[in-house]
């Protein structure tokens, strides 16, 4: 398990990562999303032991992270853009990280290197970008470290990659102890991959919850009442996040579950009602906004 | 807990990321080395060398104490310094470092092996194939112009004196890569780790000359501990003492000695450095700010006094040249270590600081506070004292000749160098008569208040009144002072110490030199030059004058021990042409015959009994005439010295004339 305590971070005055607690259990695909400049790439540098926290700790399985080599056995951290040195194939990482990482799974690299259609003897340097973050997501994956930390590893990969990457995620979760955690601001690929999510905004976790959870616990409904008064009644009882209206149709993003959400609106005798599907992404808007974040900056 | 990853394979690794460097460096060595020393070694050179040692010697300077070789261990040690830790300066390099299960320092040291390896491994192999073509050649157990100095000996000495200069040129490179994050902030530092204390001392002097009316410029400053710390001191001496053929083992240890605690800085460092400050120039706030201090109140000093010398002390122009200095020199730090030019001057407590700092400096220099030109022993605290000054022998007027012989046999001196009679502690007047020194002190400038209201703001005669002073003080110490005087005050309170035989004879060499050892007599107007080459004797003189002339062969001599005629010849040929042309141009007065062996020795008695008897106030009345003498001193060199024919030479003047130098004709 990784626990995070207080966990506080400033560059030049100022303040990436401000407080942040919170912890990622073992057994799951986390991801950590948040706006630009949230604090998420910090976040993963603290957690992999390059940065040193200003304040709080960071402990990896009850060991602290920061040049604790014992700890830092048990993750490997893939950043934005990997470095690969001068010149290097694929095959001379698969050599360096076998040296590094005495877990390294050499036959099942070479295997999904076949699957992905990696050449092991072509030069990173004469890849794609998206072709040179698969290589690092399977040297990841092969390094049989217990945590792997991936930073905006999956922008630009394409929806098949992902797909991909999720099923062999979902294979090594299940098969020994192993825990994706992931960053990213991309909301829709972050949905095909994690089943729990941290909320970073502005150096603070604002939530962190299994994605199903939250699905559950917020919903978008839209609807006809034409008593005014008892619409106003309803938006009393209900925890409103987000309301639009457009004549005499509203639409809501309330929070609480679904048979209590649905039972207030019934209540007020609507003309029409109906459950929408909620996004992550459209989850996310919602949160930030109640925090006064403008919406348009965070699609991205 | 100890890592399970090999730290040979880490090493290897390491190594391999350097290919380029190595391979360049071991086909570069590979080349120099047992290719081109099997040319060397080629029969038909061989063959035709009939001195094996001296043989060895070129060698020896090909292969080791060549300076060229010794550039080549400059650059390498700085260019895998700079490639061991340039990943310190890239963002995305320093995450995948760091995030490695493995200790910093054991980064740290896999890099600095690596770099040392990449350089010393092809040097040693190539050197060791080196050793072996020559060891087939049979040569390789010969001795060279060291005793027990065979070419392996020699070999070995060389690599341990090319290691230490690799290795703190190295470090100090890493340290400099460490303390940035930026490669061009780095050879910045290095630049400064090669020339700040040397550079504090020489601006020292600076203002201490400015300043201080009693300073004295030390002669040695070249020898001076500060220049000393300079690496670069460091490295010409080890080149300087392994082209002798001599093994630096004291300085050799000193380097490696310091590249350990170099090393040892840089591991601290290293462990304390934040990963986020890949990229910015300076990597160390803290050290950053010091650093600017230190820079920026030298320079401000410096650009100060230079605005206010310039101007003629004007106080305005100071006062701008402290403030425009001080903001720019400040203003270009920040800008380095910002890169923004908003923020040049966001640290304003420290520009304020440095301000103050270098007023409180210069105050201590405009009003002495530290009482230096007022400083004068107590008489119980001095042991001894020198004395020497630039009137009786300015600078100039004692040259050191070179002899050469062209083909027709013309024998030709040439000025190589002047000696700096000031300087040369060694013709300075050593006395214990410390009550003539006190009160020759005493009534200089520094401590006589009627010498300005006297003398206006130039004191007379200020071209011939300093006289330089050493306290050789009891307690083991040692201080120089420079006092400058009215020539009333001079003539009155030198005398008494300068019209001593023993003073004259010290300081004055023309009275040391055996007569028979005087070549030649020249005589000119005192307001002219005399020529800077001469022609002694031509035809069938010169075997006789190049037998005379003994040990003291000059460097510059177109025989050679065989007695055969060298290519030089051709120089001395030019050589002899132009000492014709400079003696035409030059004022000279000959006398009617070439004087005599015995003519010279007399005339050179006339001379020393002259100067023995002379009075200081004959020295310092103006004179129409000067001679010079020119004459071979103990160590075989040949001398010219200058001396002016003043009314106390009366004796020296009168035999001129005797001897046909026309003297009153051409006055």
Redesign the interface.
Known sequence: MIEMAGISKSFDGIRALDNVTAQITEGSVYGIVGTNGAGKSTLLRVLAGILRADSGSVRIDDMEVFENVRAKERICFIPDTPHYFTNARVRDMLEYYEIIYPGFQRSRFTDLCGKFELDLNRKLSTFSKGMKKQVFVLLGICAGTRYLLCDETFDGLDPVVRQAVKSIFIDEVLSRQFTPVIASHNLREMEDICDHVGLLHKGGILFSRDLEDMKTDIHKVQYVIMNPAKEQELADELDIIKKDTRGNLSCITARGSREKIMAAIEAKEPLFYEILPLSLEEIFISETEVIGYDIKDIIG | ??????SA??LK?AVK?DGAAAIFLLVGFFCYYPVIGMLLLHDSWFDSVKNAQQYINELYMYGIANPFLFCVTFGAALLLGILQFSYLH?A?????Y???????EKIFGIRYAAGALVWLVPFAVNILLFVLVCAMRGIAILEGAAAGGSLPVLLVEGILAHSACFLLVYSLTALAMILTGKVFAALAVVIVFCSYVPAIRLLQEVLMEFYFNTFYASPDLGKSFAVHCSPVYAYIRICGDTMKQVFPADIVIAMVLISALICALCLYLY?RR???MAGKPMAFRKIARVAKFLLAVPITLICTVFFYAVTGENLLWGIFGWIFSLLLISGIIEFIYRMDIREVFCDKKQIALTGVVTLAILAVFQMDLLGYDSWLPEKTEVESVNIGSNFVMPAGCLGVYEQSVAKDGTVVLGVTDYVDYESDMDLWYDTGDLDAVFDLVKHSEAFDDGFSSETGEYPDYYWSGRIAVTWHLKDGTQKMRCYEYTAENLVKWLAPLWEQEDYKIQTNPVLNVDPEDVLMVMVAPADSYFPDAVIMRNGNTADSMTEENGSGQTEYAGITEDGEKTDYADVAEHTAEYAREAMAEAELLSPQKPLSGAQLKKLAETVQQDLKEETLAETLAGHEWDMQILYRGENGRVYGQTINLSTGLADTIALLKEYGYELEDAA
């Open positions: 807990m100890t890592s399970k990853i090999s394979k880490l690794e990321r890239s995305e390099k320093v995450d995948f760091h995030s490695l299960p493995v200790r910093r462990r934040n990963s986020e």
